[in-house]
């Protein structure tokens, strides 16, 4: 019994995958983007600039993180856009 419900779970699960995989082939070919969009950054926008000033002194990625009250992942993605804005020139 148990060989024939897994059976039968894993014939559903193939059929949800193949049904998902339709739907992004469609939506590829309309010319919809998939993936992460680009997005606002309100609270890390809004700290950038005292991020950066932190950094300038010396303090370290987990201090500011911890002072400001935001993730280290956040820090280094602030101080990662505002070199790459620099080689840019923007």
């Given at each position: 019994m148990a060989?024939?419900?897994?059976g039968?779970?894993?014939?559903?699960?193939?059929?949800?995958?193949?049904?998902?995989?339709s739907?992004?082939?469609?939506?590829?070919a309309?010319?919809?983007?998939?993936g992460?969009?680009?997005?606002q950054?309100?609270?890390?926008?809004k700290?950038?600039p005292?991020?950066?000033?932190?950094?300038?002194?010396?303090?370290?990625?987990?201090?500011?993180a911890r002072?400001?009250?935001?993730?280290?992942?956040?820090?280094?993605?602030?101080?990662k856009?505002s070199?790459?804005?620099?080689?840019?020139g923007a």
């Amino acid at each position: 019994m148990a060989t024939i419900l897994s059976g039968i779970a894993e014939f559903e699960r193939d059929l949800i995958s193949e049904r998902v995989k339709s739907g992004l082939a469609v939506a590829r070919a309309k010319g919809k983007k998939l993936g992460r969009q680009e997005g606002q950054r309100p609270k890390s926008d809004k700290l950038g600039p005292k991020v950066l000033a932190l950094i300038s002194e010396g303090r370290s990625y987990r201090w500011i993180a911890r002072d400001l009250g935001i993730s280290k992942n956040t820090v280094t993605d602030i101080v990662k856009r505002s070199r790459q804005e620099v080689h840019d020139g923007a």
